[in-house]
Nanobody
């Protein structure tokens, strides 16, 4: 069984930085893409940043996505945090899983990690 878990959330002051981690565990799988989403209180989940499985690092404004192969994790670093960054951050992993020689699509979400930015 393949599982995805986010970690690193918490309460942070505006202007600070935070690093979230998305760790995938299990066996016989490959990752094609990892994406981070944010769901603010009372709102829909929206895409924040992402990276193909072949990439090591991707920077877009305040958001940096990077891969940690040693921990089988994809990190999301957010700089210059703003109160509007508050929400539950989810990781979505897509790829393939090999089950007895058959490749099956993998599309998993983690349970999320709460980020609260105080002004």
């Amino acid at each position: 069984q393949v599982q995805v878990v986010e970690s690193g959330g918490g309460l942070v002051q505006a202007g600070g930085s935070l690093r979230l981690s998305c760790t995938t565990s299990g066996s016989s799988f490959s990752i094609d893409h990892t994406d981070w989403y944010r769901q603010p209180p009372g709102n829909q989940r929206k895409w924040v940043a992402g990276m193909p499985g072949s990439s090591v690092r991707s920077v877009a404004g305040r958001f940096t996505v990077s891969r940690d192969n040693a921990k089988n994790a994809v990190n999301l670093e957010i700089d210059s945090l703003k109160p509007e960054d508050t929400g539950i951050y989810y990781c979505n992993v897509r790829g393939l899983r090999n089950i007895r020689g058959t490749l099956i699509p993998l599309d998993l979400w983690g349970p999320g990690t709460q980020v609260t930015v105080s002004s």
